[in-house]
């Protein structure tokens, strides 16, 4: 079965405590890794998308990577307005595969 | 500025009662989709339109209907045949279909009471 599997569910750093959120994946033919930020009450915020293992992408304090069996959200240094929840999802070219979301509180 | 909108952000419904959901794109995006969220689970696709008067079921299409008659809307209309209708509600378009980045609209939270 296609899923998509997300870690942890909740995560609270203090402001500049850095970590990674965790993106697992069993899909069948894999032709996409897409990240989301989205804010309470709004839609998903297109972040990131990688394409084949190995590739990385950064935009300010987040970087993404990516293996043949997971991806991960690298947050450095983060600050509270980087609290949100953090989707990601796989697409197989006719679909994409949600997680249910780490929900990250970054504490002042 | 290029974007999706989405109207209402809330819309309160009795049951038995039919309601439409409103998405607009002025992105010039070919494909256009529909999701509902809920809380602990992941976003699940209700429809989603390639071209202009086509669309396909998605993974939980009962009790809901879509048109797509022009290429910048596509409404969905939650029937009284939809067993929980509430929800968030997201519309999402992308250039294509297919592994494209889809970039979504405000959302609808629709409560039927």
């Known amino acids: 079965e296609d899923q998509v599997t997300q870690s942890p569910e909740a995560l609270r750093l203090q402001e500049g405590e850095s970590s990674s959120l965790n993106c697992s994946y069993t899909?069948?033919?894999?032709?996409?890794l897409f990240w989301y930020r989205q804010d309470p009450g709004k839609g998903p915020e297109f972040l990131f998308t990688?394409?084949?293992a190995g590739e990385e992408k950064e935009k300010e304090r987040l970087k993404a990577t990516l293996t043949k069996k997971e991806s991960f959200l690298h947050i450095t240094a983060p600050k509270p307005e980087d609290s949100a929840t953090y989707l990601c999802?796989?697409?197989?070219?006719?679909?994409?595969?949600f997680g249910t979301g780490t929900s990250l509180t970054v504490i002042p | 500025d290029g974007g999706i909108t989405q109207s209402p952000k809330y819309l309160f419904r009795k049951e038995g009662q039919n309601v439409t959901l409103s998405c607009e794109q002025n992105?010039?995006?070919?494909?256009m989709y529909w999701y509902r969220q809920d809380p602990g689970q992941g976003l699940r696709l209700i429809y989603y339109?390639?071209?202009?008067?086509?669309?396909q079921k998605g993974d939980i299409a009962e009790g809901y209907s879509v048109s797509r008659e022009k290429k910048e809307s596509f409404p969905l209309t939650v029937t009284s045949a939809q067993k929980n209708p509430t929800a968030f509600y997201l519309c999402?378009?992308?250039?294509?279909?297919?592994?494209?980045?889809?970039?979504f609209g405000p959302g609808t939270r629709l409560t039927v009471t």
């Open positions: 999402a378009s992308s250039i294509l279909a297919g592994d494209y980045e889809q970039y």
């Open positions: 899909v069948s033919g894999l032709r996409g």
């Open positions: 990688l394409y084949s």
């Open positions: 999802a796989a697409n197989t070219g006719n679909q994409f595969y």
């Open positions: 992105l010039n995006h070919d494909a």
């Open positions: 339109s390639q071209i202009v008067n086509d669309f």
